[in-house]
């Protein structure tokens, strides 16, 4: 299975939207233990350096219970595959195009600025309940930019 990447640069910082794809089998598309992320990749021998390259991959996700006195708490740790362990097929995670986002980005980060510098001044309950509402639906929105989801074509 191929899957294409699309980087958005924002703000010194990078993130990565995938192209809508096609999984090589219904089996790897069900299976709860795979998933596609760019977080929490165990490094497998070698040191993890965030050097701008780093891609998102195709995982295998164990999640463990750790006890250690009176603490308890999850861990996930992934495994990043090459092949898909249904069907064998190779996994191809190319980066197509690079897409400087940095305008919009600033853009609804300067709206939500103001939008909750008018929500703190408001004297209206009515009117602050509908200023948070905006600033909430902003929040998601720049959020959003962070999120490996599927890339809609713009922002
Ligand atoms: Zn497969």
Redesign the pocket.
Known sequence: ?KIDLIKLKFNDTYSYKYKPFT???D??QNDKAIVFTGEDINDIGGEHEDDGNFIPQFCTSHTEVIKSYEDEWEQTDNYPIQF?P????KIEILVVDEIDVSDKYNELSKQRENLWKRCQRTDSKKKEAELREQVRRLDNQINSFYWLDEWKGEY
Do not use: S
């Open positions: 299975m999984y090589c089998c089996k790897v898909c249904h069907c064998g097929e």
